[in-house]
């Protein structure tokens, strides 16, 4: 099992720029969950779905949006970044059955010039 | 709503002695609890869990943590520690389902020789 794998590792944009963090999972959980990290803030959630077809908004939603087509994919898009998206972002996976235990990718660095 | 506090930011231990990193939650039923680890550059990784049952668990590492209702506790504690626990530990409560999960802010340990 590869667990939870997240593109790209890092990437620099310019202001106003768009894009996609990509996450996949392999474990067949229902839940999956973007997060953010920054400095003092510990990891803030900005979306996450709960099957394929569901998604719903967590604390940090706006500038961000999410679509769940498939159980193993779960897509990140900046609209158009500011740099205030500056962060880590990590996504997640997990099941109701493992009292939602969250599995974690390897994070990718974001920087908004 | 659920709540996760670590009180102390940055912690400093010296090699070989003991350690206990605080985490105190705020949550009406029985909570799910986590602790993770986050070395740097990478993604976080699940120290230990409690769920129900004894409330002394253990985790990898030599890791263990006690649940203690009364004081909505949760500190995790190392007898010894070694040069490779600097780290950020993360502590986090969920109430199963998808209910979201709330992580602490994090402490970050030093190790000195």
């Known amino acids: 099992n590869a667990g939870v794998t997240q593109t790209p590792k890092f990437q620099v944009l310019k202001t106003g720029q768009s894009m996609t963090l990509q996450c996949a999972q392999d474990m067949n959980h229902e839940y999956m969950s973007w997060y953010r990290q920054d400095p003092g803030m510990g990891l803030r959630l900005i979306h996450y779905s709960v099957g394929a077809g569901i998604t719903d908004q967590g604390e940090v939603p706006n500038g961000y949006n999410v679509s769940r087509s498939t159980t193993e994919d779960f897509p990140l898009r900046l609209l158009s970044a500011a740099p205030s998206q500056t962060s880590v972002y990590f996504c997640?996976?997990?099941?109701?059955?493992?009292?939602?235990?969250?599995?974690f990718g390897p994070g990718t660095r974001l920087t908004v010039l | 709503a659920q709540s996760v506090t670590q009180p102390d930011i940055h912690i400093t231990v010296s090699e070989g002695a003991s350690l206990e990193l605080r985490c105190n939650y705020s949550y009406g039923a029985t909570p799910y609890l986590f602790w993770y680890v986050q070395s740097p550059g990478q993604g976080l990784q699940l120290l230990l869990k409690?769920?129900?049952?004894?409330?002394l668990v253990q985790g990898i590492k030599g890791f263990e943590a006690e649940f203690k209702r009364s004081q909505s506790s949760f500190n995790l504690r190392k007898p010894s520690v070694h040069w490779s626990d600097a780290a950020e530990y993360f502590c986090?409560?969920?109430?199963?389902?998808?209910?979201?999960?709330?992580f602490g802010t994090g402490t970050k340990l030093q190790v000195i020789p």
């Open positions: 409690y769920f129900s049952g004894d409330t």
């Open positions: 986090a409560v969920s109430s199963g389902g998808y209910q979201k999960v709330t």
């Open positions: 997640a996976s997990s099941t109701e059955t493992n009292y939602n235990e969250q599995f």
